[in-house]
């Protein structure tokens, strides 16, 4: 059980994480983040948080930072926003900060955050949330929330638990916006049917939202690899609702020039999500033996993407 | 038949026209180029070919060249190597060259130009080569021959012919290594199994074919994507070796960090030959009912890029 005042840890303090805790910390929870690069100036400045829910600030004296994990204390409750490119690094980051009951909270993109630190920790420890949130680091302890904002957390195990509204009620009474679900993987694959080709052509092409659904060739790969993700989802036993692809094409018209994250990444020359958001979905379509020849062709050109992008090649020559 | 000191068209004298048009005027062939903004400049300076077949210029004197096809003779042979996003221009600018008896020979890219000519001016009139050539404009008149150089005629009806062999003799007369073509769409398909995906997937991700080829995921997709156009071909009656798709990689490796003409387009923010590449292989294909889920999704990719480019984004905001 969560008791009433939990430690809470934020295990990755990128433009989610900083957000997220930083609202649970205005509103006097225990948090503890742990950082990397940005410790220095968050020490010095603290948190600077512009909100469309409302603009705060945190001083240094208000947050606990730290940069070593052995330094953090067990916490209750261990919120995951990594980027899932260092996934890898769970067992070094998350293993320290679990007592015997420590639930841990991922708010990762795509698939399989869940089922790996399930294998690390055991199943009965993984919660999964989707945050629906559009936020961007400004700066070192400097985040910009632009839109959005709700999370909605699931058991690992689906269904419903006392734990799970325990946590929602923390992100409720923190000003953030928050729904139980009892379907996590549901919810995870409908979130997919937009990120898969969002994503996955933005990185590709370097285009906008408003780009690809204005074009009619966009229309039609997004509507086909839409239909791909559909399918795989439920040909694993998920009901999509039949208007899906309409529904997410009139939700994308009203995003404007949306960037979505893997556009991002690929502007900054960043690592990009490709296996969470993309490889993991075509493996368990592959699983169960869904046609998806849009899916598979979309993930090796991201992956190429990725491979050539500046950052890439640079570390590659360097370690020739 | 065509007369023995044959009248010579050039229409369309970029790289490929200024080139092969040049190395016949060199060797005394009655060559007349019709041309466009590089006009003024050839007037003035002439054509100067830097060439692996041995450098050579063309003084202002030794060429015959007009801005006006109207003011141009009719010829005997017009080789039209026009890039094909101007076929539109092809009753303009290739029928006023026309005799009873005038053949016509494109040198473009891809499929459908000789389709186009032959329901305009007759199919009797039409023959087809394959320019196996690396060449670039450098400036109006200045053209670098950089590698190979071979051409490859057939009759548009298949077949050999009097006429083929004659104009296979012209070439070989002037320093151009000229074969004949038994069974031209067959050798247009052929050509197609490298073309489709090294030009699509070089314009859509701006990568160079070496790059392509030594990246795990390139070689996935550039395989996947040979193997459709090679059973297009097969099931549309022609004959592609077992070996292709490991010919075309063998020999790919041979040419070093090579920039397909699409993706040249692509970085020069000028038209694709997306339709004669792309969309008329995918289009037949279809007719047959051979299933090509990764070319129909290159040939999307391709359009997107190719109307997000610069110049098309710019032409398409100065039109609202």
Known sequence: MLPDHPTIAIVGAGAVGGYYGARLAQHRHDVHFLLRSDYDAIRRDGWTIRSIAGDFRLAPGQTQ??????EMPRCDLVIVTL????NDQFERIVG?????????LTLQNGLGNEDRLAELFGPQRVLGGLAFVCANRLAPGVIHHIDHGMIRVGEFGGGSSERASRIARIFQSSNVPCEMLDDLRCGRW???VWNVPFNGLGA????????LIDDPAGVQLLSAIMREVIAAAEQLGMNM???????????????????SSMQIDRQAAR??????????????AAKAAVPTPCLEMLYRLVKLVDNHSPSALQADSSGR
Chains 1, 2 share one sequence.
């Open 204 to 211: 590709v092409l370097n285009l906008t939202t408003d780009r």
């Open 96 to 104: 320290p900060l679990l007592k015997d009951d420590t639930a841990i």
């Open 65 to 70: 930072i730290y940069k070593d994990v052995r």
């Open 241 to 259: 609702p039949a208007d899906m692809v309409d529904r997410m094409m009139r939700h994308t018209q009203t995003m404007g020039a949306y960037r």
């Open 271 to 284: 690592p990009m999500e490709v296996e969470a958001i993309l490889g993991e979905p075509l493996r368990q």
């Open 83 to 86: 980027k899932t490119t260092a």
């Open 190 to 192: 409908s979130k997919l």
